[in-house]
């Protein structure tokens, strides 16, 4: 029962061009959705989440935007950078400092 | 502030045999939690531990078992291991669990089991 779904293994853009990513959740008890990015041997790091109040939020380049009707939410890098390329995980919550639920993920590569 | 950190970064180890993973969480973090992640998948919660005590369980067997030590160093132990248990597993320590918040990872152990 894969809770969080991300459906595009591998997303490629172009350096300046924007990035979104996509991810779908079937649990309406989910409050809290964050974004990880993961390099090859490192843990994943966090990026920037929104609370399930919240329709939009900013941090730099990064903009997740949450759409609870359609239970889906996304990612947008703008201007994407090569430094970008990894694998971006969504995650979810439905207790307040308990476990995350992970999407499978998407490979992102940015080409110059 | 240190991160969290992992050891050891590999270990290859036999079916049917016992490991123990151990994870320095960031100083001041109360919440451990270690997740499994296999090869092309994302990571699945195995279990959480709070001031040393579990708080949460993922659907894993009871033979994943963990414990949390007053100086935020944590471990992971699995018996009888099987070929399946072959993934990264990765240690996140959080703040409280009286808010939302993000979750912050080690570099995980890479378990390989022949």
């Known amino acids: 029962d894969q809770q969080v779904k991300q459906n595009s293994p591998s997303l490629s853009v172009q350096e300046g061009r924007i990035s979104i990513l996509n991810c779908d959740y079937t649990?309406?008890?989910?409050?809290?959705f964050l974004w990880y990015k993961k390099y090859p041997a490192e843990g994943p790091t966090f990026l920037i989440s929104?609370?399930?109040?919240?329709d939009k939020n900013e941090d730099g380049r990064f903009t997740v935007f949450l759409n609870k009707s359609a239970k889906h939410l996304s990612l947008h890098i703008v201007p994407s950078q090569p430094g970008d390329s990894a694998v971006y995980f969504c995650a979810a919550s439905a207790i307040v400092g308990g476990k995350l639920i992970f999407g499978q993920g998407t490979e992102l590569s940015v080409k110059p | 502030e240190t991160g969290v950190t992992q050891s050891p970064t590999h270990l290859i180890k036999t079916r049917g045999q016992q490991v123990t993973l151990r994870c320095s969480s960031q100083s001041g973090h109360n919440t451990v939690s270690w997740y499994q992640q296999a090869l092309g998948q994302g990571p699945q919660f195995i279990f959480q531990y709070y001031r040393e005590e579990e708080n949460g369980r993922g659907n894993f067997p009871p033979r994943f078992s963990g414990l949390q030590f007053p100086n935020y160093s944590s471990e992971l132990n699995v018996n009888a291991l099987e070929l399946d248990d072959s993934a990264l597993y990765l240690c996140a320590s959080g703040s409280d669990l009286s808010s939302y918040n993000e979750q912050f990872f080690g570099p995980g152990t890479r378990l390989t089991v022949l």
């Open positions: 649990n309406s008890m989910f409050d809290y």
């Open positions: 929104i609370s399930s109040i919240k």
